[in-house]
């Protein structure tokens, strides 16, 4: 039976190519703009002042990609129409308010911020397997500096690298910074599952974990905790006696780096005994975090339009904390909807591609996700870089460039299979990463 070609899930912006290529054969400007991505993945980590570099390196990566016979998928156009609907709706709220400096601030910090999802989408979107494995290095020699910097500020107690007295690197704040170290640890994770220089990727995982702890954010702890737990169960699913005791391994290993810390640096343990707690009094009671959520929803039933960025600050002390209420709160219904079904959707393309390709880096990428996201449900996260940068890779990678040619995707090979036969060129298991 004669091979069927396999369907492109994509709109072509000028040239249409074929997945499967070369690096001799990509254009220079896509080169160029992946090469401007993976400069500003790594200076991702300096934020000291506005403009930083790196939003002006991912800004100058977005129009290399435009301009380089760029692809849009089916998926990338929803998700960029679903972040147009976003921003247009952040803008509509807040245009009457933008008189006030700290809101046009708030803006162009959110507006550089979206754009790095937008980048990233298009970037993705011609990678394959090889391409995402730089990325996940890559992504490691960020983290890896990240933590460092945060670990030196912490120790030798450099201010400029501390926020009351947790270390925050030269991102924002400790709970930007606990968050970006996430996909960190998992990406070192999947490199140890593939046998990648163990000598290299084992000590960059306990350090970045130690640079994760002195965060003392509570929020990127426990999501590091639950989500790499879960990634490295999957990952070990096939021999779970065994990764249970390298896993016990590791937190031993951890566990002694972290009471070297205690005995050495001082105010350590204090500072992790008092951040181990659930709630702290900022938290609880009339205006706490918690509270404020349950607060916000008659604002959010009495102005379907919005408040407008700030305007909350009017009521209560702290801002909303929490992206999803903050969208419905903060930018409108419509900004609000918008998000629900940006996350909705983010996890049915996530586990759609998996089951296509059976990949696990696509899988590191989409748990990566999913813990940053987890710790912006609790952290005013609009203007987090990585977040946005990695519902960009969720959306922009597409499961078909993870095949090999001739090679059909699962869903494929079970249509056949149901109509009683199996082509030649489709195999039941795709190759993984």
């Keep these: 039976m004669r091979e069927r070609p396999p369907q492109e899930d994509r709109f072509p912006l000028g040239v249409q ?17 992946n090469a401007c991505y993976l400069l500003a993945v790594v200076a991702i980590n300096f934020t000291l002042f506005r403009p930083s570099p790196v939003d002006i390196l991912f800004v100058t990566a977005l129009l290399l990609s435009i301009s380089s016979r760029q692809i849009v998928t089916r998926n990338m156009f ?5 972040i147009g609907v976003w921003v247009f709706s952040l803008y509509t709220s807040s245009i009457s308010l933008v008189a006030n400096p700290e809101v046009a601030y708030y803006l162009l910090k959110i507006s550089f911020a979206v754009s790095i999802g937008v980048c990233s ?18 992504f490691v020699l960020a983290t890896s500096a990240a933590a460092t910097l945060g670990i030196a500020g912490y120790i030798l107690g450099i201010e400029e690298l501390m926020w009351d ?12 910074y606990g968050a970006f170290l996430l996909p960190g640890i998992l990406a070192c994770m999947y490199m140890l599952s593939k046998g990648e220089r163990r000598g290299l990727y084992g000590p960059a995982l306990a350090w970045i974990a130690f640079g994760l702890i002195v965060s003392f954010s509570r929020a990127a702890i426990v999501s590091g905790l639950l989500w790499g737990g879960v990634y490295y ?41 008092e951040r181990s ?3 702290k009094e900022y938290d609880l009671g009339h205006g706490g975090r918690y509270s404020r959520y349950a607060l916000s929803i008659p604002f959010i039933l009495d102005n379907p339009f919005s408040m407008g960025l700030l305007e909350w600050e009017r009521f209560f002390e702290e ?5 999803w209420v903050s969208s419905f709160l903060n930018y409108g219904w419509l900004a609000g909807i918008a998000f629900t079904l940006l996350l909705m959707f983010s996890v049915s393309i996530s586990a759609r591609n998996f089951r296509q390709t059976g ?14 996201i987890s710790c912006a449900f609790l952290h005013e996260a609009e203007r987090w870089r990585h977040l946005w940068m990695f519902t960009g890779l969720v959306w922009g990678l597409n499961a078909r460039n993870f095949m090999p040619a001739g090679q059909a995707s699962r869903e494929e090979f079970r249509a056949e299979v149901g109509r009683g036969h199996a082509p030649s060129g489709l195999v039941p298991s795709p190759a993984r990463a």
């Design 17 to 33: 190519g074929s997945p499967a290529r070369t690096a001799a054969a990509e254009p220079l400007g896509r080169r160029a703009a």
């Design 78 to 82: 929803i998700f960029l129409t679903l």
């Design 121 to 138: 989408s298009l970037i993705a979107a011609h990678w394959d397997a090889a391409d995402l494995r730089r990325f996940l290095q890559v």
């Design 165 to 176: 007295g947790r270390a925050k690197g030269f991102l924002d704040d400790p709970n930007m």
């Design 233 to 273: 169960v999957f990952l070990n699913r096939r021999n779970l006696a065994r990764a249970s005791l390298y896993a016990g391994l590791g937190v031993a290993a951890l566990c002694l780096l972290v009471l070297l810390g205690v005995l050495f640096v001082d105010g350590l343990g204090e500072r992790l005994a």
């Design 277 to 279: 707690t659930i709630a």
């Design 319 to 323: 801002p909303i904390h929490n992206i």
């Design 359 to 372: 990949n696990e880096a696509l899988l590191a990428v989409t748990v990566a996700w999913v813990a940053v």
